[in-house]
């Protein structure tokens, strides 16, 4: 009775992601107090507990699909450090911001995929398999890519700490989901083992409300008064990020569940990264950090809407097909 209860719970979460993200955000803005716990080892554990979750999920032909598709892993990656830099650019140029705002954005742009993309696509039936795979490999290439677009496209000198960075996706990311993927590969004939994976997406939905409660609960103020234009800006650069990804993987001949993958790990970066960054590299310019801070909380709430219009085309095809 408890698993179907909890079972229930989670559907019930999974399908409206975005309205109960939305409600945190909002919620945590005006009692700040909420969240504010989520910062330093709490938000690092339960992100790694979410990719925890997601390596349950994760069995191995997952990874000798992935294994045999280098080409696929190439392109993908190729698409997020090429499209959202050359978006936030282009983005920073018709709208004619301010070089603060411009540069926040464009590290933004410059930045790794985020954890929180892995989230969407588990949340969307994606190929989190592969999303893990682009947010690994872009990170660990973001100490290079991330100094060198930024001082391409910015001007300006961005030092990325590669030995913390490793040491972040490593904790956060690859441990958590490989022993996700021991107990699954271990437990994955139990039926109560498999009751229990059911309620493995409301659990990935309450840490984001979480992730995202602890960056309002920080940023909250700042990002209100950030003006229209910081928000116009993120809002452009994430949509043609989702929109552009999607395409990539279309061109690519990618399947539905990979295509999904594409677009959002190309439109959600780790502006939680950028925000750290901009506040370290940039004290000068404060408009930066804010464009980060701003980015980092509608990259999560766009991704949950993202996911749940992809679930929601899905209901429609199953009606279809009845």
């Known amino acids: 009775m408890k698993l ?3 079972n229930r719970t989670s559907a019930l979460l999974t399908k409206w992601t975005p309205a109960f993200v939305s409600a945190v955000a909002v919620f945590t803005y005006f009692f700040p107090d909420t969240f504010e716990w989520v910062k330093g080892n709490a938000q690092t554990s339960i992100l ?3 990719m925890l979750t997601m390596g349950l999920t994760l069995s191995k032909d997952d990874f000798r699909i992935l294994i045999s598709r280098p080409i696929d892993m190439l392109i993908g990656v190729s698409a997020q450090y090429l499209l959202m830099p050359l978006i936030a650019w282009s983005v920073a140029k018709t709208l004619n911001l301010p070089h603060p705002v411009a540069v926040g954005l ?3 742009g410059c930045c790794p995929g985020g954890v929180s993309s892995n989230i969407m696509s588990f949340l969307c039936k994606g190929d989190v398999a592969f999303s893990v795979g682009m947010t690994t490999v872009t990170t660990l290439l973001a100490p290079i890519m991330t100094p060198v677009l930024m001082l391409y496209l910015a001007g300006e000198n961005v030092d990325v700490d590669a030995i913390g960075m490793f040491k972040s996706i490593l904790i956060v990311t690859i441990i958590p989901v490989a022993i996700g993927f021991t107990l699954n590969a271990s437990l994955n004939k139990s039926n109560q083992f498999k009751e229990v994976k059911k309620i493995l997406p409301g659990v990935a939905v309450i840490g984001l409300a979480c992730i995202v409660g602890g960056v309002v609960s920080a940023h909250g103020q700042k990002i ?3 003006g229209i234009v910081i928000f116009v800006a993120v809002f452009l650069h ?5 929109i552009l990804g999607y395409l990539t993987g279309l061109l690519a001949k990618f399947p539905n569940s990979k295509r999904r ?3 959002i790990e190309v439109g959600m970066q780790n502006a939680g990264l950028a925000t750290v960054l901009s506040a370290k590299h940039f004290p000068a310019m404060p408009e930066a950090a804010i464009a980060s801070a701003v980015s980092c909380v509608w990259h999560s709430i766009s991704g949950a809407l993202l996911a749940g219009v992809f679930n929601l085309l899905d209901n429609i095809t199953k009606r ?3």
């Open 224 to 226: 209100v008064s950030s």
């Open 48 to 50: 790694g507990f979410i």
């Open 261 to 263: 993958t594409v677009s």
């Open 106 to 108: 464009l590290l933004v």
């Open 4 to 6: 179907t209860l909890l």
């Open 320 to 322: 279809r097909a009845k």
């Open 238 to 242: 994430n949509t043609l990020g989702y």
